[in-house]
């Protein structure tokens, strides 16, 4: 493998990765927190968690007053119930980390707050997949130099660049 095929290699790999690197934090409900809706309203928080995109290593921040927050299965959720919660907490600012894509289920453990629509459905989105490299061995070549041009004019590239000169030279 050629120096240039390397570097390009090394190009792709840190701007697909580099992004996936980042997590971001969720402060549940939004401004409103993690409460009881004001009217009978099972969607409340679905619809929420749908308005945002969950990838792995996100935290979900659940902020609220006398009450708690409990991970649950699909079963327990359904229920509104849970005997062996897979997480469990009320001090007032509970933080859940999503450690893998696929389905959470979170619940209130407060007596009938999930049954007025204090409970919600987090999907977490598969990590992207590395591209693939196409193997150019028939047909016309291009100079190591054009594949490179091409790689840094991709603008994950060069957020990744800029930010790299900026760590330096800060």
């Given at each position: 493998m050629t120096y240039s095929k390397a570097f390009l290699y090394l190009i792709f790999f840190f701007s697909f990765h580099l992004f996936t690197v980042f997590s971001t934090e969720f402060t549940v409900g939004g401004h409103k927190g993690w409460v009881i809706p004001e009217a009978k309203d099972d969607q409340l928080y679905n619809e929420w968690a749908s308005k945002n995109r969950f990838k792995v290593n996100d935290t979900l921040i659940f902020e609220y007053k006398k009450d708690s927050v409990l991970a649950v299965t699909q079963a327990e959720y359904e229920k509104c119930k849970s005997e062996n919660p897979i997480f469990f907490s009320n001090n007032g600012k509970s933080i859940y980390k999503l450690d893998?894509?696929?389905?959470?289920?979170?619940?209130?453990?407060?007596?009938?707050?999930?049954?007025?629509?204090?409970?919600?459905?987090?999907?977490?989105?598969?990590?992207?997949?590395?591209?693939?490299?196409?193997?150019?061995?028939?047909?016309?070549?291009?100079?190591?130099?054009?594949?490179?041009?091409?790689?840094?004019?991709?603008?994950?590239?060069?957020?990744?660049?800029?930010s790299l000169f900026g760590a330096i030279f800060i």
């Amino acid at each position: 493998m050629t120096y240039s095929k390397a570097f390009l290699y090394l190009i792709f790999f840190f701007s697909f990765h580099l992004f996936t690197v980042f997590s971001t934090e969720f402060t549940v409900g939004g401004h409103k927190g993690w409460v009881i809706p004001e009217a009978k309203d099972d969607q409340l928080y679905n619809e929420w968690a749908s308005k945002n995109r969950f990838k792995v290593n996100d935290t979900l921040i659940f902020e609220y007053k006398k009450d708690s927050v409990l991970a649950v299965t699909q079963a327990e959720y359904e229920k509104c119930k849970s005997e062996n919660p897979i997480f469990f907490s009320n001090n007032g600012k509970s933080i859940y980390k999503l450690d893998r894509p696929g389905l959470f289920y979170f619940i209130s453990g407060v007596s009938g707050h999930c049954d007025r629509g204090q409970k919600m459905i987090v999907k977490v989105l598969e990590p992207a997949s590395p591209p693939q490299v196409a193997n150019h061995t028939t047909g016309p070549t291009t100079s190591g130099a054009t594949q490179l041009a091409n790689v840094v004019a991709s603008p994950s590239v060069v957020v990744f660049v800029v930010s790299l000169f900026g760590a330096i030279f800060i």
